[in-house]
């Protein structure tokens, strides 16, 4: 019995505009599609911490020199640990952004971005993506949510979302007996990055649920598709060099198409 193609791609929020590799594997996926049939499912990996993955760089509409943009934060807590997911977006800060807008290319978007609903930071990006149209037929499936954290396959190497300093932080769990892992709580411990060589440890709970999991760059594509079960996976060159493709022997890997200033926000009038 045959199964109808799942074709997958996933990213974490990649600035309030989409970044142009983004594009690419979406332009990638639906050109899968046209030959092969299927579905597309967007693995939206919202539990990332790290807030560069959201710089977006515009370009004046004048001059063309590029401006790097950042959403700012409450506290750095949040924005050093907390997951993407939910790390606040600042009122002053879209206000602020609004106002910049005029200046760059992304102008043409400016009447959707005032609107945006100012929660968090993932949902922004999604809504921007959504209100560009790169999202139309296209199933996304966020790495944050619960039921999908519960029906996910268990994991060696992951992240714990915890309470923090009056926040949650994505927090890595060291298994005890590793090095650098602590003996509170008798099963490991948790560890935040700091910089550089440096880390904090905290105790690991007593009990940790998979409702808190989230994986790791290296245990992500096991997680992933232990869920989505996609037949079909577009990829970009970063990835190509850290994806455990012998995790998944059932997945066609295909490469994203090719364009230009990859790394830049996208915001032309059409995906």
Not at 79 to 103: E, G, I
């Amino acid at each position: 019995m045959s199964t109808s193609p799942v074709i997958c791609f996933g990213q974490q929020p990649c600035g309030f505009f989409p970044r142009r590799f983004l594009v690419a594997k979406v332009r990638s996926a639906r050109k899968l599609q046209a030959e092969i049939g299927g579905e597309i499912v967007f693995f939206y990996h919202d539990s990332d911490h790290d807030p560069r993955e959201t710089q977006t760089t515009l370009r004046h509409h004048k001059s063309g020199e590029p401006t790097t943009l950042n959403f700012t934060f409450e506290n750095k807590v949040q924005r050093k640990y907390s997951p993407l997911y939910l790390k606040r977006v600042m009122r002053d800060w879209h206000a602020k952004t609004l106002r910049q807008l005029p200046s760059f290319d992304a102008r043409i978007w400016i009447e959707q971005f005032q609107t945006l609903p100012q929660t968090t930071i993932a949902d922004y990006c999604l809504e921007m993506y959504r209100r560009m149209g790169m999202l139309d037929g296209i199933r996304v499936a966020r790495s944050s949510d619960p039921e999908f954290r519960r029906a996910a396959c268990d994991i060696a190497e992951y992240f714990v979302d915890v309470p923090y300093e009056g926040e949650i932080a994505r927090a890595r769990f060291v298994p005890a007996g590793h090095e650098g892992a602590g003996v509170a709580g008798g099963g490991g411990s948790l560890q935040l990055h700091q910089g550089g060589d440096s880390f904090l440890n905290l105790p690991a709970p007593a009990t940790i649920t998979k409702d808190q999991i989230s994986p790791t760059r290296d245990s992500r594509l096991r997680w992933m598709n232990s869920v989505l079960r996609c037949t079909h996976y577009v990829c970009g060159a970063g990835e190509q060099g850290y994806l455990r493709k012998e995790d998944a022997p059932e997945i066609t890997f295909v490469n994203r198409e090719s364009i230009e200033r990859s790394d830049e926000a996208f915001a032309e009038p059409t995906i």
